[in-house]
């Protein structure tokens, strides 16, 4: 494979148009994906026949994050987002990182959990030896569900009994079918299974199944990212790197012990994973619950994060999280956009996909709290809102950048002054 550098200087002084051809050379888009890109993406009739009720499509803004290496690959990153500075701050995040050698990560095997509820059991020491007794058998059975999965070297790997004695509702048994859905995200793989489950289980129980679905804490498939930043490239201006170094690794101890701070800290994380989500048409809302259920997995909501000053005086950041993303079914194959992002991706698995996706959250969480540490979020961010409140307020074309840069100059970032500036 030849080397391609995701350093792309200048790229956001260039034209959207010259962007788009610039991603597209890099990515060996065709003609009619960066048509797709540029123009309409999603159709009527493809809204149409993905959800219920269609009365039209809703865009945003699709960005690319440059200077990630991750592994010592490079890749540009599709963003789809509507928060100004998300993009820009992360280019900046992985560019320090890249300083430092770049993101290293890894991933679990993508084993997620599918969960049945059994109630009414006439005796639970007895249904666990039953259900001891026959695991070869329903793990062969969940097997049969899904022959592809199977082919494709994924499948069932285990089955756990978790008792709760105590509930709301009397006793009750739940059965975690763990099961590897290879590239898929693996909802519909993981509901099929325990639905077909269900009933042998009832059996071998003797009591009586509720739900069937799979959980979003996928806390068996997780993926890790790290980085280092040397303390020298965190030097700027009248800052010390060392100091600054420090400062975000107050800024992830506040948050470690924090839950108020963690909640925001986590959010700034999912800012940037979110936004690779949506561009690729994955399932945002389960990667979401997945992530602040493992924040809080043991028994307090905390950071996703670790940032600390290394041995050498660098600062080592890391991350692990839930990642139930795929690149088969669902939006991914569907949404034109989402297959355009895929392509510019480039990643050749579910798993590759998950790892890009916990670097890219620990890039936005390096890129918030070092501003947060330093001269706070407010100044590069209100430069961006000003441009959205200009528009706002009627502004078009170069007029936007000029009331924009106005607002600015008066710290008055407010629809009124622009208004007001607009009138002349
Ligand atoms: C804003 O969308 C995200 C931040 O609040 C994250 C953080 O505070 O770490 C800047």
Sequence with gaps: MTKKS????GFYRLSLAERANMVAEWANLSPEDVDILTGRG?????????IENVVGTYELPFGIAANFQINGRDYLIPMVVEEPSVVAAISHAAKLIRAGGGFQTEATKPVMIGQIQVL??????????ALNANKANLLERANCCDKVMVRLGGGARDLEFRPFPETPVGPMLIVHLLFDVRDAMGANAINTCVEDLAPVIADLTGGRTNLRILSN??????????GIIPAAALTKDDLDGAE?????????????VDPYRAATHNKGIMNGIDAVCLATGNDWRAIEAGAHAYAA????YTALTDWHVNENGDLYGEITLPMAVGIVGGATKV???AKVAMKILDVQTATELAQVMAAVGLAQNLAAIKALATVGIQKGHMRLHARQVAMAAGASGAQVQQIADQLVAEKKIHIDRARELLRG
Aim: proline fraction near 6%; charge should be negative.
């Design 6 to 9: 995701s350093r792309l200087p």
């Design 42 to 50: 999603l159709k009527n009739e493809q809204a149409n026949a993905m």
């Design 120 to 129: 009414d059991i006439p005796d639970m020491d007895a249904a666990l030896d």
């Design 217 to 226: 804490l996928a806390d068996r498939r997780t993926a890790t990212a790290s």
């Design 244 to 256: 600054v170094a420090q400062w975000i690794a107050e800024a992830n101890a506040f948050a470690v």
């Design 297 to 300: 997995r043991n028994g307090r």
């Design 335 to 337: 949404h034109p956009i």
